[in-house]
């Protein structure tokens, strides 16, 4: 075990006063104090654990005895240096028994005998320094000579060895796991006893211990020792499904989805991009930290810009900012918040040879799916459903399982129900299942899956269940050809529309991260204008500046004269946020502008100048915004300059658009 050397005493000079010998002394009973207090290990290794444990009791007693003794009056160095040895045994039998108790059940069982080692090296070292205590030099009393003694007879009696069942216990585990990889279902009762023993007795136990075991998998660097914690892992969801399936909550929560009672997120831990807590938070290029998820997601649906600055993205690579995820997950612990990261689930799934986790991936599923097809009430198949959505949740293994277990069938006849939870654990699971690039071609192509989630999207029984529709769609998207054919969808642009005009926050910024994405088809960016997408998008600057702007942004890059007539009204809008917007509003305010000036003409920049104070506001954005805010800012003054000197010259262009059959001309192209 390491001991930080700021939890060790400091080191005694040879000559210093019996006062120091003294504080050292006490340092040195208080950390014994702590140990002996500790309990054993209830589930594996109780007798070692219990064992040490009461020799740390009896060194207890013999350290209040010496500072309690008068006719000790000095300490010689000899005993000074077994003082501070004996600080660091304590520190490492308390770190050991802690991070036993506190550790993975199923991983510190299958571990046993090296743990056992342990316990018997740290008990022979505390051996050690009682036999070499200088007793008789400290002219002790014949009481503390007899503790002393007595912890020699302890110490000499211990030998590293495992409890018979313990051992029993682990054989009964590993046969378990070698039946699953040999793809036959293990005995549910034996099962049973089996957590039981190791005082796992409800799903949220079980899902203690998989979060446990998967950061197991993060700390490992042995090949073999991931592979076996990962079958651990199998094993475990394998049995909180059957084994406790029927006591798990009907819904789970998504992070973003709270209210006034719910736990705030500090803004530095949410992702500018989701705005959910970031789980695996990396830096791109530009220097902005996003979550993995999200960046990953946003740069293969074809993006080349960093989303909160603009910039071109020199390279895809992203850097792991450790420093934000370990305050993210103190944070998480603080807050009894489940912490999952992707790190771990990439780790996890790197394992793709392991058969037993992939064969108690398939038993699970099978399990699940034949469970929710046989139930005789709505609320019992919300049960069931609920973890094909928490597993969905896990890994690209467990997705691609439940496709292929024809999970996307049984799901389609959960979207309908008037069950609040059970439509929205059965959209959700889609949404989950989407993730992964396979599943968005079954998801496309089986009969009445998109049919089902547009529906939800329309008309869902919450809110919650329409957002999480509309982030189906999003993830959909991200494959080129999928996103023109949603576009052509009269449904699909009228449910993000009216989503993003009326649902709560959360659910607009679902339906707007949509509608983004598929504004990059010039197709449906006419449908889009349609429906009135800019009037749409007005309206949401005021609550949501940033998600606003930057869909009309993306709508009047790419929706020519009808979108830039259509926006004619929101300038001085967008030149309110470009005065007091964030800096990533600030710039799509700019860019927005320019372009609207670009294409409009002599009207718009006419409309634009008369604002007071407009170039004051964009030599602020020049001097303090963001590198492409400060670009666009500084084309848009160019742009005002030209117009005061009446420089249209050769740079006129003419727009024509065509109305009940009469040609209308409008305005100039300014250079930029």
């Known amino acids: 075990m390491v001991v930080s050397p700021e939890t060790l005493p400091p080191k005694k000079k040879r000559t210093s006063s019996m006062s120091s010998d003294k504080r050292l002394l006490r340092s040195l009973l208080l950390r014994s104090r702590e140990t002996s207090c500790l309990n054993p290990i209830p589930f594996v290794l109780n007798r070692n654990s219990n064992s040490i444990i009461r020799k740390t009791k009896l060194s207890t007693l013999l350290l209040e005895d010496l500072i309690a003794d008068p006719d000790v009056t000095c300490f010689p160095a000899s005993a000074v240096l077994c003082f501070e040895e004996l600080f660091i045994v304590l520190q490492s039998v308390k770190t050991l028994i802690e991070d036993c ?40 009393s014949q009481d503390i000579e007899e503790i002393v003694n007595l912890i020699r007879k302890q110490c000499s009696k211990t030998v590293a060895s495992v409890d018979e069942k313990d051992i029993n216990l682990r054989a009964d585990v590993l046969q378990k796991l070698d039946r699953i990889k040999s793809e036959i279902v293990p005995q549910q009762s034996k099962l049973k006893e089996i957590f039981t023993r190791l005082q796992m007795n409800d799903s949220a136990s079980c899902t203690d211990e998989i979060q446990i075991l998967e950061e197991e998998v993060r700390n490992q660097d042995d090949e073999k020792s991931k592979a076996e914690i990962v079958s651990l892992i199998g094993l475990v969801r394998y049995a909180k499904c059957v084994l406790y399936g029927e006591s798990s909550p009907g819904i789970i929560p998504r992070q973003k989805k709270s209210n006034s009672t719910d736990i705030t997120i500090p803004a530095d831990f949410r992702c500018p991009i989701s705005l959910d807590l970031m789980r695996e938070p990396v830096v791109a290029s530009t220097g902005q930290t996003y979550d993995r998820a999200s960046i990953n997601l946003w740069i293969e649906s074809g993006h080349t810009t960093c989303p909160k600055t603009g910039q071109t993205l020199d390279h895809a690579e992203m850097i792991p900012n450790y420093a934000l995820r370990n305050l993210i997950v103190m944070w998480c612990r603080e807050h009894r918040i489940p912490f999952e990261s992707t790190e771990i689930k990439e780790n996890v799934n790197a394992v793709t040879t392991n058969k037993t986790l992939i064969e108690a991936t398939k038993m699970t599923v099978s399990f699940l799916i034949e469970k929710a097809r046989a139930s005789r009430s709505l609320e019992m198949a919300n049960r069931f459903v609920s973890e094909l959505r928490a597993l969905a949740k896990t890994d690209s293994n467990s997705r691609a399982c439940i496709a292929e277990a024809d999970g996307l069938p049984l799901l389609v006849k959960f979207l309908g129900s008037e069950h609040p939870n059970l439509q929205v654990n059965a959209v959700t699971t889609i ?158 305010a700019a860019a927005t502008l320019v372009n609207i000036c670009r294409k409009g003409g002599l009207e718009i920049v006419s409309e634009l100048a008369a604002i007071p104070g407009i170039e004051r506001v964009i030599w602020e954005v020049m001097g303090m915004g963001t590198g492409r805010g400060r670009r666009k800012a500084a084309t848009l003054l160019r742009i005002l300059r030209r117009w005061a000197a009446g420089l249209y010259g050769n740079a006129t262009a003419a727009y024509t658009t065509t109305n009940a059959g009469s040609t209308t001309t409008m305005g100039v192209v300014l250079p930029g």
């Open 431 to 588: 949404l989950n299942l989407s993730i992964l690039e396979g599943n968005k071609t079954k998801i496309m192509e089986t009969d009445g899956v998109l049919n089902g989630v547009i529906e939800v999207l329309r008309t869902g029984v919450t809110w919650e269940a329409k957002g999480n529709a509309a982030a189906t769609i999003f993830s959909l998207t991200g494959v080129h050809a999928y996103r023109k054919k949603l576009g052509r969808k009269t449904r699909v642009i009228k449910g993000l529309m009216e989503l993003a005009k009326d649902g709560p926050i959360s659910s607009k910024r679902d339906a707007l991260v949509a509608i983004l994405n598929l504004a990059g088809d010039r197709e449906t960016v006419g449908k889009l204008l349609e429906v009135g997408v800019v009037e749409m998008a007005s309206e949401v600057m005021d609550g949501l500046p940033e998600e606003g702007v930057t869909v009309l942004e993306a709508v009047v890059k790419k929706g020519g004269l009808a979108a830039i007539t259509a926006a004619f009204h929101v300038i001085r809008k967008l030149v309110t946020i470009l005065r007091e917007g964030t800096e990533r509003a600030q710039e799509s």
């Open 101 to 140: 108790c506190n550790g993975s059940k199923l991983w510190l069982l299958i571990q046993q005998q090296s743990v056992a080692n342990k316990f018997h090296e740290l008990t022979v070292e505390l051996s050690t320094l009682i036999d070499i205590f200088p007793v008789k030099e400290m002219n002790l």
